[in-house]
């Protein structure tokens, strides 16, 4: 008889993982924008595509859900499935972080003065003085995000973490955070790492 393979978010969050997960995200944080200022951006990767993506700035909300996201989901994650989340964005940063040294991309922005609604036009004049434009390839906004999900793959509402990630993902196109590129950059960064991070013996457990 088959074992069963799903498991349910019925025994309550685990607010240890969450804080760690919330203070890799603020060192994280703290060491890429540091990075952004060490380094003088000379290239561009923006296409025509990029350029016919519209500018949303009511997707900030979508964007910056990026960090209760992954909080929320690293506290009802599986401990094994968060001990890998932790082993893949390890290995996400350094390999993002490496890219953004050799390859300092600029990413064409709007003027946010233009932006009607005077609340969203503070955050977005805030977000672009700290975030600079100058790493975006490989967008680890995605690949976080991505990597977050998939801590709660086989959960009872996992479809709904899936629904979220991708308007996270696709918010970082619709800020004009990052091009195309970045964001498939940023999905096969997860891709790599995941399956390099995957729990050990994953293969013989799914036989049980």
């Known amino acids: 008889m ?20 919330l203070l890799g995200l603020l060192l994280g944080l703290t060491l890429f924008i540091a990075l952004e200022r060490a380094v003088t951006p000379r290239y561009q990767l923006a296409t025509a595509l990029d350029q016919a993506i519209p500018f949303i700035p009511l997707s900030w909300w979508a964007y910056v859900l990026f960090f209760p996201f992954v909080v929320v989901t690293a506290a009802y994650a599986p401990a094994q499935a968060f001990s890998a989340f932790k082993r893949a964005t390890a290995l996400a940063f350094v ?8 390859f300092p991309e600029s990413v064409p922005r709007p003027d946010p003065l233009l932006i009607d609604d005077a609340f969203l036009r ?45 308007l996270i993902c696709l918010s970082t196109l619709t800020v004009k955070q990052h091009t195309l590129i970045d964001v498939l950059g940023g999905l096969l960064l997860a891709l790599l790492c995941g399956y390099w991070a995957r729990p050990a013996g994953g293969a013989e457990r799914a036989q049980a």
């Open 95 to 102: 390999i993002a972080c490496s890219c953004f040294l050799l």
């Open 122 to 166: 503070e955050r977005f004049i805030r977000l672009w003085q700290v975030d600079m434009a100058a790493n975006g390839f490989p967008c680890l906004h995605v690949a976080v995000t991505c990597l977050a999900w998939r801590m709660l793959w086989g959960q009872r509402l996992s479809w709904l973490a899936g629904t979220l990630g991708l």
């Open 2 to 21: 088959r074992q069963r393979s799903l498991t349910y978010l019925g025994t309550g969050p685990d607010w240890r993982q969450a804080l760690v997960a």
